[in-house]
């Protein structure tokens, strides 16, 4: 089954051209079932590299997927049209009423900031608490999934004295997670961060369990089961040239940054880098809508209201 996205957003032609399926919602409305609701609560500058990068993952699997472009009510993008934003974004106090199935809240640049100096910090803490009684499964990116971390368990994200920058190996922790289904021992994942979040204070909060990880740059996926959310600090949705969109800005800007490791052939930036990642991105996100679909209710406005593992 394809994802339900207008015909007229970026994405459409993009993922079209790709192979994956696209529907439009005329077509997605002559069918009788119910798709699963998705919501992207987008918070990047770059908004449709963005929307691109995580309708390309969720749009891979057999269920039907209908997407929801939101952004902070009250935070203006100077990144992305006007147009783009009026067109086919709806702000959180629009939807707020509504339930979904599955949530995703990207990263933003903005690492630097104490959380509570965010501009949007407080409608993005009731987004969280929002999540609770809204969304049957919230799935937290990098600065996203810091913030839902912090808010919802006290663990801190820490400065780094450089940038965590390239291409990382990490253990597969937990093999037997559903979301883990099909994973390799290892995998190689992007990172690109200037934060960190600690093993030892993950270990320190119960109930929370580290599914993925790496040596050299730390926890990086965590399954946190009370709040029924998943945060993942790296960038499995990254494009083949997103770290060298990344690492050319800065070259030519005069900003003091390292060839992202392990991604060039020989760390050698004039090379043309490879993906090595696709293959577990596209997994591990098939496996969260998967696992959306065997335990969300049916009838969506269950959603906050049965609590009980559907699968049992």
Not at 159 to 177: E, V, W, Y
Not at 223 to 250: C, G, M
Request: glycine share 6%.
């Amino acid at each position: 089954m394809p994802i339900k996205i207008p015909s007229d957003l970026p994405a459409y032609d993009v993922l079209t051209n790709e192979g994956v399926m696209v529907m439009s919602p005329d077509q997605a409305a002559r069918q009788d079932i119910r798709p699963l609701r998705i919501g992207l609560l987008n918070l990047m500058p770059k908004k449709i590299q963005t929307e691109n990068q995580f309708a390309r993952l969720i749009g891979a699997t057999p269920l039907q997927i209908d997407l929801t472009l939101i952004r902070m009510t009250e935070h203006q993008t100077r990144n992305t049209a006007a147009e783009h934003m009026e067109e086919f974004y709806r702000s959180f106090q629009e939807v707020k009423d509504q339930k979904f199935d599955g949530l995703l809240i990207t990263g933003a640049p903005i690492e630097h900031l104490p959380f509570e100096d965010v501009t949007y910090w407080q409608e993005l803490c009731e987004v969280f608490d929002w999540t609770q009684t809204n969304v049957h499964s919230t799935f937290g990116v990098c600065w996203g999934g810091m913030a839902m971390i912090n808010y919802f368990n006290g663990v801190r994200k820490h400065m780094l004295d450089h940038k965590a920058f390239g291409c990382f190996r990490h253990q597969n922790i937990t093999p037997t997670s559903p979301y883990l289904r099909g994973f390799s021992d290892d995998c190689v994942i992007p990172v690109s961060r200037w934060t960190e979040i600690r093993q030892d204070e993950v270990d320190g909060c119960p109930g929370l369990s580290t599914l993925l990880g790496s040596s050299e740059s730390g926890p990086c996926l965590i399954e946190d089961p009370a709040h029924r959310a998943l945060y993942i600090f790296n960038h499995f949705e990254y494009d083949s040239d997103t770290l060298k969109q990344e690492y050319d800005r800065d070259v030519a800007a005069g900003t003091e940054i390292n060839v992202p490791q392990n991604y060039y052939p020989d760390d050698d930036p004039s090379r043309e880098p490879q993906n090595r990642w696709r293959s577990h991105a596209h997994l591990l996100y098939g496996n969260w809508i998967n696992e959306i679909y065997e335990t969300t209710p049916y009838e969506i406005e269950r959603i906050g209201v049965d609590k009980t593992d559907l699968r049992a």
